[in-house]
Every structure is written in structure tokens, then in C-alpha cells.
């Protein structure tokens, strides 16, 4: 939509040899050029972002764009249709994938996010915290240089979808046991026991495709 907007302002300002357009056409054109994208087009416009840099920064993605562009728009779909979408995690990896170098783009996208952080002293609700977990726990576990990506052979968006499904179903076997609210020692004590249990449970479910190698096998490089 960025682009057909663009490209409709340049239409407008080299159409000078034209006739004055009529009323109903200004008004037809201003209304198109003022539309606001649709959610699903800013999804599409961030993963067509996001898929370029990768490639740029990690030349030896085997998916093809189109692919992981489909994953990805489908993804922001389900987490807009079941209210998990977040539009400050969005807006941390918008500012990644922004940065100048690829050293710059991996460094930030390993660090937590510094979103929407919680009012000193009162913490989060027990479904904020869940729904934020939903979304970091796989972009923390699928980094480029983490132990799901280095020492398996999937790309990104077989990582996201298969840490997902363990992560989610870690979050619903424990939901009943987290508080109310969780301040930083809750909410780091129970993020170690989620991610514990998601790594698990993601490690079982990929062993068909685990590479073994010393690297990979020595477990002090991934604590």
C-alpha cells in the first residue's frame, strides 16, 4: 500500500500537461491517497522488511521469500485474531532490523525487549505477562546465533512456529499456578520454569533433525 500511495503522488504531481481533473476525481484520489493501511498490509509491508534483511545479514536462507513472507503475514494474523498481538514487540524489531549493520541487527534482536515495561512496584497481570511471553520466548529461542538455529536444521520460521507450539503449551500447563500480578522476581522465576519447559519439550520434538557436533554437544556454549 506504501508504494501504490507513493506512486500515486508521482502520478498526481507529473500529470502537469493534463487537464484540471474534476471534482469527483480529487475527491476520489484524496480519499485514496488519505486510506490508512490495513493491519494485514502492515504486516505484509514488516515481513517483507524483516525478509530482506535476513537475507542480507544471513546470505544462506534456503526458504524462498515468498515462503517466509506467507509464514510470517499468517503468524500476525493468528496473533491478531486471538489478542495476542503486540505492537511494542513489533515496534522493538521494526528499530532491529532499522539499525545500520548486520552486527548492529543481531545484537538488538538478543537483548529483551525494553517495551511497555511495568510501573515500579506493581508488576503486570497474569495475561499480559502470558501474552508477552507467547512472543519472546520464540524470538529469544529462534536468534540467528542461539542454539535452536546453530545446532538444527531448520530456518526461522519452522523455529517460530515449532517454539510456538511448545511455548504456548508450556504457558497453559502453568498458567494455573501463576499469581495474579508478577513483579521482577515472579516474573523472572516463572520465565525460567516456561522456558525451561519450552526448551524441553522443543528440543524432543526436533531431535530428528539435531546436528552433532563438539560444538553443539558441549553444553557449556549455550548456557
Same mark, same amino acid.
Given at each position: 500500500?506504501?508504494?501504490?500511495?507513493?506512486?500515486?503522488?508521482?502520478?498526481?504531481? $507529473?500529470?502537469?500537461?493534463?487537464?484540471?481533473?474534476?471534482?469527483?476525481?480529487?475527491?476520489?484520489?484524496?480519499?485514496?491517497?488519505?486510506?490508512?493501511?490495513?493491519?494485514?498490509?502492515?504486516? @505484509?509491508?514488516?515481513?517483507?522488511?524483516?525478509?530482506?534483511?535476513?537475507?542480507?545479514?544471513?546470505?544462506?536462507?534456503?526458504?524462498? $521469500?515468498?515462503?517466509?513472507?506467507? @509464514?510470517?503475514?499468517?503468524?500476525?494474523?493468528?496473533?491478531?485474531?486471538?489478542?495476542?498481538?503486540?505492537?511494542?514487540?513489533?515496534?522493538?524489531?521494526?528499530?532491529?532490523?532499522?539499525?545500520?549493520?548486520?552486527?548492529?541487527?543481531?545484537?538488538?534482536?538478543?537483548?529483551?525487549?525494553?517495551?511497555?515495561?511495568?510501573?515500579?512496584?506493581?508488576?503486570?497481570?497474569?495475561?499480559?505477562?502470558?501474552?508477552?511471553?507467547?512472543?519472546?520466548?520464540?524470538?529469544?529461542?529462534?536468534?540467528?546465533?542461539?542454539?535452536?538455529?546453530?545446532?538444527?536444521?531448520?530456518?526461522?520460521?519452522?523455529?517460530?512456529?515449532?517454539?510456538?507450539?511448545?511455548?504456548?503449551?508450556?504457558?497453559?500447563?502453568?498458567?494455573?499456578?501463576?499469581?495474579?500480578?508478577?513483579?521482577?522476581?515472579?516474573?523472572?522465576?516463572?520465565?525460567?520454569?516456561?522456558?525451561?519447559?519450552?526448551?524441553?519439550?522443543?528440543?524432543?520434538?526436533?531431535? $530428528?533433525? @539435531?546436528?552433532?557436533?563438539?560444538?553443539?554437544?558441549?553444553?557449556?556454549?549455550?548456557?
Amino acid at each position: 500500500m506504501r508504494w501504490l500511495l507513493l506512486c500515486g503522488v508521482l502520478v498526481a504531481c $507529473s500529470g502537469s500537461e493534463s487537464s484540471t481533473p474534476s471534482t469527483s476525481a480529487q475527491s476520489t484520489n484524496a480519499q485514496s491517497t488519505n486510506a490508512a493501511p490495513s493491519p494485514a498490509e502492515i504486516d @505484509r509491508t514488516y515481513c517483507e522488511r524483516y525478509d530482506a534483511r535476513k537475507r542480507e545479514c544471513f546470505p544462506g536462507v534456503e526458504e524462498s $521469500s515468498e515462503s517466509y513472507i506467507a @509464514r510470517c503475514v499468517a503468524r500476525y494474523e493468528a496473533e491478531r485474531a486471538s489478542d495476542t498481538f503486540s505492537a511494542a514487540e513489533r515496534a522493538d524489531l521494526e528499530r532491529c532490523i532499522a539499525l545500520p549493520t548486520c552486527e548492529a541487527v543481531t545484537e538488538c534482536m538478543r537483548r529483551p525487549s525494553k517495551a511497555e515495561p511495568p510501573a515500579p512496584g506493581m508488576g503486570i497481570t497474569r495475561d499480559a505477562w502470558i501474552a508477552q511471553m507467547r512472543v519472546r520466548v520464540p524470538r529469544m529461542f529462534c536468534a540467528p546465533d542461539q542454539f535452536f538455529r546453530q545446532c538444527f536444521r531448520i530456518d526461522e520460521a519452522q523455529c517460530v512456529e515449532e517454539a510456538t507450539t511448545t511455548t504456548n503449551a508450556c504457558l497453559e500447563q502453568h498458567q494455573g499456578s501463576l499469581p495474579d500480578r508478577l513483579g521482577p522476581q515472579e516474573g523472572a522465576h516463572w520465565g525460567q520454569v516456561v522456558g525451561s519447559c519450552s526448551g524441553t519439550q522443543f528440543e524432543a520434538s526436533l531431535l $530428528s533433525v @539435531r546436528i552433532s557436533n563438539p560444538r553443539c554437544n558441549d553444553v557449556r556454549n549455550w548456557i
